[in-house]
């Protein structure tokens, strides 16, 4: 597939409150970073490029450019992990944690994407439903059945969504969901094949390829090599890998005993050893030991903190602050299907309640949570280059956010202003009242993707 080219033909002006998290940086130093303009500026070039961000300036504006006023100007959200095949997925009381669940929920959900008919109807509403709630890029799990990717591939493309996408790979598991070792193998390579970008197109696509095999357990030993062999060939075409990593551990029957006692290791990450890259990200990472930690670190790995899924099944926190200290890059992960939001700004809600005292006194910075739900991502994604703040250069991919929609998120947000020129309790404010009923209109490299409905 040629590179996508979603261009305006005109330069835009974003005008509002604008804020992001600046430059390269890491959590440690999203505080330092944050970037607050009460009455703010992001011009756009015709190619979707962010040409300037800062202070109001009429002067400034190219003759032309069309100017859209909104109360709120914030980088596009990014998903690091949701399930494209769970879209339909609560819809049933399963109880228990994540493999009960995955038994008597998931895996039913996931085997009715077999019929066309109704894959692409998913397809449809899961693309709707990421640039409604202003997420401009996910790294997306997708469906067993090569047609109902086809239909989600065509559905991103078809809107201009930038997104990672994987088939959900299984050897072992319900039959409907499940293929031989060989089977599988060809359809991911189809898969990529068709639509993972040739080398010229990687940087301008939108869209990319990645390989991901479910979870361990998914799997034997003679599966995981074949994967690992897989991998080998697809990493050097900058495909991303991504699976499940250390999630629950109910003692003697949870996943993590089941990894230890099946595959015959000491650590979880073992049974993934040959899949560490700068481009694989593993989803949860709630138990590793340090020694894990240590080895995601330095094999430049990002973990998807999914806290909303964390709490629904009942997995336990990750330690947030432990994860940032041995430098593993963090972003956050809807895990749609497990997670009941899906908007990447009620995760950073979540992650707000659960990290204040779980394993440190005080709570995330407001500037931190910006980071985990925009810059963070994209580090995690390595794509922060192109996206992730809205620094001159980058890619405009933005969410314009109308607090308006809510009126008591509004009315308090005012208060706030009349009472404090402080960035970081506007930004606490807004985050945490944000959800998919404030976005106004999302936004992928300067072309419109979602607009709300104007009232
Ligand atoms: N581990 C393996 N599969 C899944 C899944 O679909 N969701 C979650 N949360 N964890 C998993
Ligand atoms: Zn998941």
């Keep these: 597939m040629g590179a996508d080219n979603y261009n305006q033909d005109v330069s835009q002006v974003f005008r509002g409150h604008v804020f992001h998290v600046a430059g390269s940086t890491g959590l440690e130093d999203a505080k330092e970073s944050l970037v607050a303009i009460p009455n703010g500026q992001v011009l756009v070039n015709e190619a979707g490029r962010i040409t300037a961000c800062g202070p109001r300036d009429d002067a400034a ?33 399963g109880g228990g944690q994540l493999l009960e669940w995955l038994d008597r929920c998931i895996f039913p959900a996931e085997a009715r994407l077999a019929d066309p008919a109704y894959g692409a109807v998913a397809a449809a509403d899961f693309t709707d439903a990421l640039a409604r709630a202003g997420t401009t890029c996910a790294l997306v799990f997708g469906s067993q059945f090569p047609v109902a990717q086809e239909a989600l591939f065509h559905a991103l493309s078809a809107r201009g969504l930038r997104a990672i996408v994987g088939r959900t790979s299984m050897v072992l598991g319900p039959e409907a969901l499940t293929t031989s070792i060989a089977e599988n193998l060809r359809q991911c390579r189809d898969e990529i094949d068709r639509w993972h970008p040739a080398p010229d197109d990687l940087e301008e696509s939108l869209l990319r390829a990645a390989l991901i095999p479910r979870f361990a357990l998914s799997f034997d ?8 062999e897989l991998w080998e060939e697809m990493r050097e075409r900058n495909v991303h890998f991504s699976t499940h990593l250390s999630e629950n551990a109910r003692p ?65 926190t990750m330690p947030m602050r432990r994860v940032r200290d041995h430098g593993v890059r963090m972003g956050l992960g809807t895990d749609w299907g497990a997670g009941d939001d899906d908007s990447i700004a009620q995760v950073a809600n979540a992650s707000a309640k659960v990290h204040g005292g779980a394993d440190h006194p005080t709570s995330l910075h407001p500037a931190e949570l910006l980071h985990l739900a925009t810059l963070g ?18 890619d405009a991919d933005l969410v314009l956010v109308d607090p308006g929609r809510h009126p008591p998120l509004a009315r308090r947000l005012s208060r706030i202003g009349a009472e404090t020129t402080d960035d970081a309790s506007v930004l606490f404010a807004l985050l945490m009242g944000m959800g998919r009923d404030t976005i106004a209109r999302t936004v992928v490299r300067g072309r419109t993707v979602y607009e709300a409905d104007t009232r």
């Design 221 to 228: 030993q003679d599966g995981l090599r074949a994967f690992g």
């Design 377 to 394: 991502g994209a580090r995690v994604l390595r794509l922060d280059h192109r996206i992730g703040n809205l620094d001159a250069g980058k």
């Design 252 to 316: 003697g029957d949870g996943e993590v005993a089941q990894v230890l006692a099946t595959f015959g290791v000491e650590a979880y990450l073992d049974v993934y050893a040959s899949f560490l890259s700068e481009r694989s990200v593993f989803a949860h990472a709630v138990h590793c030991t340090d020694a894990e930690y240590t080895r995601l670190a330095a094999a430049g790995c990002g973990i998807a903190h999914c806290p909303t899924s964390q709490l629904f099944l009942g997995s336990g």
């Design 61 to 93: 504006i190219p003759a032309g450019a069309s100017i859209v006023e909104a109360p709120f100007v914030l980088p596009g959200l990014i998903d690091t992990h949701v399930h494209f095949p769970q879209l339909y997925a609560m819809d049933r009381y």
